[in-house]
């Protein structure tokens, strides 16, 4: 089966995402992964299809075209990237998230930089994703409805919420 793990940067969705493939021996497919793959296909860094994807909204339509065939044509597989459990038609759908303050402490913690800078980056980064996201999908990032679960990643570390979502996978039938 395929599960989606999804949440805003620095909500853990990565970390938590690789803890469950290693523990269900399965591969693991992030957004970041195609976005990386699309860069070096056309021969540029990672900042310079990062500039590019602002203004040229195929790059996008382009990343999310191929999660959601990677995600409807695969099993047994853990899909991470923010709209995972969105293009995905059927999964077991998990949200993952923190307060912004939580995330991008994480987010200092794990690339350096100031809280403040981090937190101007991140917020930015969010609205732009945000408003992108509204005007090629007309998908609300905001609303959680499509997702199975939801979980506070502030609440519990990453191996109590593995732990968590392990119990819930293994009771679904997942994998």
Do not use: C
Not at 31 to 49: H, I, M, N, P, Y
Not at 69 to 81: F, M, Y
Not at 102 to 115: A, Y
């Amino acid at each position: 089966m395929l599960l989606t793990i999804s949440g805003l940067p620095g909500s853990g969705t990565t970390t938590v995402g690789k803890l469950l493939a290693e523990h269900y021996s399965v591969d693991i497919i992030s957004a970041g992964d195609v976005f990386r793959g699309l860069a070096k296909e056309r021969g540029v860094t990672l900042a310079e299809f990062g500039r590019l994807a602002e203004s040229d909204p195929s790059i996008d339509v382009e990343i999310d075209k191929r999660q959601s065939d990677i995600a409807n044509s695969s099993d047994n597989l853990i899909l991470e990237g923010r709209l995972a459990g969105q293009m995905a038609k059927k999964a077991l759908k998990i949200w993952i998230k923190a307060p912004l303050e939580v995330r991008v402490k994480r987010i200092v913690d794990r690339e350096g930089s100031s809280f403040d800078v981090r937190m101007q980056e991140t917020v930015e980064r969010e609205a732009s994703e945000a408003l992108r996201y509204k005007e090629i999908h007309s998908i609300d990032i905001h609303d959680l409805s499509v997702y199975d679960l939801v979980i506070d990643s502030s609440r519990w570390d990453q191996f109590v919420i593995t732990d968590m979502l392990k119990k819930a996978i293994d009771a679904s039938g997942s994998f």
